[in-house]
Structures are given as C-alpha cells and as structure tokens.
C-alpha cells in the first residue's frame, strides 16, 4: 500500500489549508485512518482519525479547528485544518490507525508562517 499526501504548503497565522490523502487500494472504506504530524525535532504524532463507522478524534490542539473526512466514492481521506498557528508547523502524513509502518508516505509540508 502507498499513501500519497497532498495539499501542503505556506500559509500565514489564521489562514486554512486542506490535506487529501490517498492509498493506492481502497482501504478506509475497512479501516480507520488517520492523519499523523511530526514537527521538526519531534517525534510523528496521531493528529485526527475516523473509522468506518464515522467515529472520529481529535488532539486537543486540533479540536475545533480541524475536520477530518473521508470521501467514500473516492476513498480519498481530508483534513480540513484552519485558525493555523505556527505550532501546526510540521509535515503531515496518513495512514491507518494503528499505523502500519512500511505504509509511510512522502508526507505533505505545512508551514505556517506568524
């Protein structure tokens, strides 16, 4: 399975940007997936998930300001982030949840500039 992230990129305390995710097979229709960051120096870390089931979490940093989703006609998996703040700093990943390790993407740069 490969994820390739997308949508990434610069943008200034406030504003919004929105992650997609997709896996070369269908798998969040079974599986829940989530999105991971790891910040510079840190450790990479669950952000949000979703289930099949629509149960979804979040960090307390992201509570509010993040929606997670999936697209069930394209199995592709978004994260809708916004009120940004340079500690949102990192690059994000997808993957399942648990992570399956020989699964990591690229992953998808966001920087948010204050």
């Known amino acids: 399975v490969q994820f390739t992230e997308s949508g990434g990129g610069l943008v200034q305390a406030g504003g919004s940007l929105r992650l997609s995710c997709e896996a070369s097979?269908?798998?969040?229709?079974?599986?829940?997936g989530g999105w991971y960051r790891q910040a510079p120096g840190e450790p990479r870390r669950l952000v949000a998930s979703i289930s099949p089931g629509g149960l979804i979490k979040y960090v307390d940093s992201a509570e509010g300001r993040f929606t997670i989703s999936v697209n069930d006609e394209t199995d592709t998996m978004y994260l809708q982030m916004s009120r940004l703040t340079a500690e949102d700093t990192a690059i994000y990943y997808c993957?399942?949840?648990?992570?399956?390790?020989?699964?990591w993407g690229q992953g998808t740069q966001v920087t948010v500039s204050s």
């Open positions: 097979i269908s798998l969040f229709i079974a599986n829940t």
């Open positions: 993957n399942t949840v648990p992570a399956t390790t020989s699964w």
